[in-house]
Structure formats: structure tokens, C-alpha cells
């Protein structure tokens, strides 16, 4: 089993910044994504930012120039780097990392989540 542990998130006012870790642990042989996605009341989750196979990256057009994800291999963790913040950034934050237990046997698993809050 592989287990997410998320951290960062917070109360922070608008245009301010905020930075999400979160650290993959447990018998990993491969990981073909790292992502966040977020979910704010009485909305659908979205995809925020991924790195899907190699080194591509996608983001949600709403936070493009602003989210910045990036990643530690050595320590299987991702982060996602927030600024320039927007009350409309107010959502549960959740990690999601795919891989492969060993050559046959995939996994799709997810953090807790952490709240994030933008004040006006």
C-alpha cells in the first residue's frame, strides 16, 4: 500500500502565496503521475497540475503563470507552489499518485487532503 501525507495548506489573504507538499511512502517500484487536484463546496473535483509520463506537466487554465508544480524523485514527493492566491483558489486540496507496485500490480492513491483558504 502506498500511503500520501500531505502538508501546507492554510488561511492566507489574496495575492499571497502558499506552498503543498506531499510525500509518497511504501513499496513503490514505478510512479507514472504526481498531481493535486482540489474541491470546493458543492463543486466537482478538478485537476489543478500533473506530471504525467517523463517530465510533462499540465495545469488547469485558471491557475497557469501563477501554480507551479514541481517534484523530488529521490524522496517521492510533489509540490505545488501557489501565488498570486485568489479567493476562487478556495478549495480542499487532494495528492494523487499512480504507479506500480511491482511490475504488474498498479496503484491509484490519494491524500487527505489540506484545506486551503484565500481571504478577500
Known amino acids: 500500500q502506498v500511503q500520501l501525507v500531505e502538508s501546507g495548506g492554510g488561511l492566507v489573504q489574496a495575492g499571497g502565496s502558499l506552498r503543498l507538499s506531499c510525500a509518497a511512502s511504501g513499496k513503490i517500484f514505478s510512479i507514472n503521475s504526481m498531481g493535486w487536484y482540489r474541491q470546493a463546496p458543492g463543486k466537482q473535483r478538478e485537476l489543478v497540475a500533473i506530471f504525467t509520463s517523463g517530465d510533462s506537466t499540465n495545469y488547469v487554465d485558471s491557475v497557469k503563470g501563477r501554480f507551479t508544480i514541481s517534484r523530488d524523485n529521490a524522496k517521492n514527493t510533489v509540490y505545488l507552489q501557489m501565488n498570486s492566491l485568489k479567493p476562487e483558489d478556495t478549495a480542499v486540496y487532494y495528492c494523487?499518485?499512480?504507479?506500480?507496485?511491482?511490475?504488474?500490480?498498479?496503484?491509484?492513491?490519494w491524500g487527505q487532503g489540506t484545506q486551503v483558504t484565500v481571504s478577500s
Open positions: 494523487n499518485v499512480r504507479g506500480r507496485y511491482n511490475y504488474f500490480s498498479p496503484f491509484d492513491s
